[in-house]
């Protein structure tokens, strides 16, 4: 690939992720999909890996609007910034595994609980 996939127009913080909002309108077949790895190239000049964590969907359809997806909510602050350019990793790893950033079943019933490693 030898242009970004797309730019950073807007950020914001929700209690379960960081939502970016991009300069691509909405459309049928989203340019990224959860579990995407993807690299933030700021205007900076520094790098942030990510993977999606969710894809905003547009209900009902409004062609006027951004594309919007979800990345995890411990990103950290500074990490990602408004006029970032974003690409595709294609399968690159964001880095090492992160803690869960939801419950699980067994921690819902039984508190403090955790999944065995490769259990998701």
Request: net charge negative.
């Amino acid at each position: 690939m030898d242009k970004p996939l797309l730019g950073v127009k807007e950020l914001f913080a929700l209690p379960r992720y960081q939502v970016v909002i991009t300069d691509c309108p909405v459309c049928a077949d989203p340019p990224v999909r959860i579990g995407d790895i993807l690299e933030f190239r700021n205007p900076d000049g520094s790098v942030f890996r990510s993977a999606v964590a969710g894809i905003e969907t547009a209900d009902p359809y409004d062609p006027a609007r951004s594309f919007a997806f979800a990345i995890p909510p411990d990103t950290p602050a500074a990490a990602v910034q408004i006029g970032a350019e974003v690409w595709s990793l294609c399968g690159e790893p964001a880095g090492p595994p992160t803690r869960r950033t939801r419950p699980t079943i067994r921690g819902l019933l039984n508190p403090g609980a955790t999944d065995p490693p490769g259990f998701s």
